[in-house]
């Protein structure tokens, strides 16, 4: 009897040992299930992560756009001045005379750039062609551009800042490299007997009109063909007064100035017969010159 006993203990023990395997393979396997369910979820995350990753743009920065661009041609000048096209415009080529606005970069050869319109927190700014407003390389090459071209140019040295280059910015004999956008060339704000004026910027609130005998103090430099920038207010670092239609000053200034308004920038486009005429001035305006104003209305009286 006692045997009978011991023997079903024994098989009732290996039952149970049994089930309790079958439980335990059970919790194991759904745990299996469970790990590789959260893998799953991991890498499905994981690929809509990419998906639903943020499309940052890029800066709208020229410097960021040439690296993005592929060149597509190249015009090497017999002085040495290459244009490298990353896109071309259409229409005439510019002229001297010209107003376009830039977008602009200048650099060295070893990428540092130490001019842009950026530097004056502008999208853009008006600019002069053939009147040596930066360097005559500026001239030469932009002269061989069109409204909507997307260009770096290859300055040499002597084309850019030559053997003094510019202290702490520019070493000596630097070559330079300019990248450009030719954005549009605006028509004058106003003609004034043969005077072309462009008002490029101005107070949000405008000041006070301009009028014959207004006594009005003025932030300016003036440029000759022969002479760039030959006076220039700046250089006191104080505004000059005019009285407007005053004989002593400049026929077409004075024409320039009527109309215009407290805070207004200007540029102004002077020809010879409202300037100095055939007599010039002294060493600073030859004979029959056409004038160049960069004017600053500070203060209208």
């Known amino acids: 009897m006692k045997k009978i006993v011991y023997l079903l203990f024994v098989i009732a023990f290996l039952v149970s040992c049994e089930v309790q395997g079958v439980k335990k393979s059970e919790k194991e396997i759904a745990k299996s299930k469970e790990v590789e369910e959260i893998k799953d979820e991991e890498q499905t995350s994981k690929k809509d992560a990419k998906v639903e990753k943020p499309n940052f743009s890029k800066p709208k920065d020229i410097i960021e756009n040439k690296i993005e661009e592929k060149p597509n041609d190249t015009l090497e000048l017999n002085n040495g001045i290459k244009i490298i096209y990353f896109k071309k415009g259409k229409g005439e080529k510019l002229s001297k005379g010209d107003v376009v606005n830039i977008d602009y970069r200048v650099k060295l ?3 540092t750039v130490y001019d842009g319109n950026h530097k004056v927190k502008k999208p853009f700014i008006p600019f002069l062609v053939g009147w040596n407003q930066q360097t005559i390389g500026w001239d030469i090459a932009m002269q061989e551009l069109r409204v909507g071209d997307d260009v770096d140019i290859f300055l040499p040295a002597k084309y850019a800042r030559g053997e003094k280059g510019i202290k702490g910015l520019v070493p000596p004999h630097s070559n330079n490299i300019l990248s450009l956008r030719i954005l549009d060339k605006p028509e004058p704000t106003r003609v004034v ?6 008002k ?10 301009v009028t014959e005998g207004d006594e009005v103090l ?7 063909e022969s002479n760039p920038r030959y ?3 700046y250089q006191s670092g104080k505004p000059y007064k005019i009285v407007v239609g005053d004989k002593n000053v400049v026929p077409g200034l004075n024409k320039a100035l009527k109309g ?14 409202e300037a ?9 305006v030859e ?3 056409a004038l160049f104003y960069d004017i600053q209305i500070a203060k209208v009286n």
């Not at 003025?218 to 000759?224: A, C, E, G, K, Q």
């Open 109 to 111: 050869e070893d990428g």
């Open 193 to 198: 007997d043969g005077i072309k004026v462009w």
């Open 200 to 209: 490029y910027d101005e107070y949000n609130v405008p000041g006070k009109s």
């Open 218 to 224: 003025i932030n300016y430099f003036v440029s000759s």
């Open 231 to 233: 006076d220039n207010s």
């Open 260 to 273: 215009a308004k407290e805070g207004d920038r200007l540029m102004i486009l002077i020809p010879s017969e």
């Open 276 to 284: 100095y005429g055939k007599d010039g001035l002294a060493e600073m």
């Open 287 to 289: 004979a029959n010159e």
